[in-house]
């Protein structure tokens, strides 16, 4: 499952347990990280280089929060405001 929201881009997919979330960036997986309590770790050799390991029920509940927490009119310019141009750049392309 891919996730865009306003903090960043996580993809989530399971590891045969438990869910592993991952991104390309760091600062994507923060709120994540905060929410579960999971320590963010770092894979050189992928795709998504940082991921992190959480039950779905935390996941859902993080889902859930970022949805409840939409209070912007234009997702990519509330993008653009919290991280940057360049973040926001490939969201502007379509």
């Given at each position: 499952m891919w996730?865009?929201?306003t903090t960043g881009f996580v993809s989530?997919?399971?590891?045969?347990k438990?869910?592993?979330v991952r991104s390309r960036d760091r600062q994507?997986?923060?709120p994540i990280s905060t929410i579960a309590k999971a320590e963010i770790k770092?894979?050189?050799v992928s795709d998504y280089p940082y991921r992190l390991t959480l039950s779905n029920e935390l996941f859902a509940e993080w889902v859930s929060t970022m949805a409840k927490s939409i209070d912007y009119r234009n997702f990519k310019s509330e993008v653009a405001d919290l991280r940057?141009?360049?973040f926001a750049y490939p969201?502007?392309?379509y």
């Open positions: 996730i865009f929201t989530a997919v399971s590891d045969g438990q869910l592993v994507s997986l923060e770092k894979s050189p940057g141009d360049d969201l502007m392309k």
